[in-house]
Structure formats: C-alpha cells, structure tokens
C-alpha cells in the first residue's frame, strides 16, 4: 500500500475524459480487506470529474475493478470538488472509503454533485471509525 501525508490534492480532473476519480482515483482488479491508499493530514478540494471529484474508490464500467481508501485526518472539502453525476466529494463504487480521525479534523463537506454531493455509491462502503470534525456529512 501507499501512504501519502501532508499533500494537497486539487486541480485534478478524472480519468478517461473526465469520468472518474478526479483527485484520486485507486482501482485494481483485486478486492483489498486493507487500504491500497492511505491519505493523512492531507486536504483534497478544487477536483472535478463525472463521478468522485475528490476521491473515487472502485469502479465497475467496464471490467470490475476495486478499490480500499483510509482517510486519517483528512479533509475532502468543496470549493471545486464538483462532479456532474455522483459523489462530490468521494465515489465509491466497488469500494471502501474509511474515515477515520485522531484529532478530530475528518471531514467530507462542502461538495457538490448531481447526486449525492458529498458521497455517492454505486456498490460498496463508507465507514466512520471514529467520530469525525463539526463538518461531517455526506
């Protein structure tokens, strides 16, 4: 797996004229049980795709393909994280996405999309393991 820390993520448009996963996009042909990705004390925002501007985890066109994210004290906030059909801030279709915070600061806010704005699934999983900041919601 790939730890990624301290990074900002924005400008990013998705994958294959801009379908998918337009900050970060994680798929494999694998189904994971632990995170392929993890994001710590990292902020994505300003992403734009189809689906998942932000953050998309899975993806079934095509080939079935998989994907497990961790956020750890990471923000997927708006201002840009759009998408114009499902889940502004995260995508998960085939997926997992785990948020999780140490210090209260995780949060999926402020995005916008079609259809669910903040989180939008096709087939998979979005967990909270621990209570995230004032701004959680999806």
């Known amino acids: 797996y790939v730890i990624i820390s ?18 970060v ?6 189904e994971y049980t632990s995170p ?19 953050i998309a985890a899975g993806n079934n066109t095509g080939a079935n393909k998989y994907g497990y994210v961790q956020l750890i004290d990471t923000d997927v906030y708006g201002n840009g994280n ?14 997992t ?3 999780t ?3 209260g600061t995780t949060g999926i806010y402020d995005n916008t999309a079609g259809a669910g ?7 998979g999983t ?5 209570p995230m900041g004032e701004h959680a919601g999806a």
């Open 36 to 54: 392929q990705l993890i994001l710590e004390d990292s902020i994505i925002t300003g992403n734009n795709a189809q689906n998942g501007a932000g």
């Open 6 to 23: 301290g990074l900002t993520i924005t400008g990013g448009t998705g994958s294959s004229s801009g379908a998918i996963g337009g900050g």
């Open 126 to 130: 979005c967990g909270v393991s621990r």
């Open 97 to 99: 996405v785990e948020c």
């Open 82 to 95: 759009t998408s114009t059909l499902q889940g502004g801030g995260v995508y998960i279709n085939l997926g």
């Open 25 to 30: 996009l994680v798929t494999s042909k694998y």
């Open 117 to 123: 704005g903040g989180a939008g699934t096709g087939r």
């Open 101 to 103: 915070s140490t210090s």
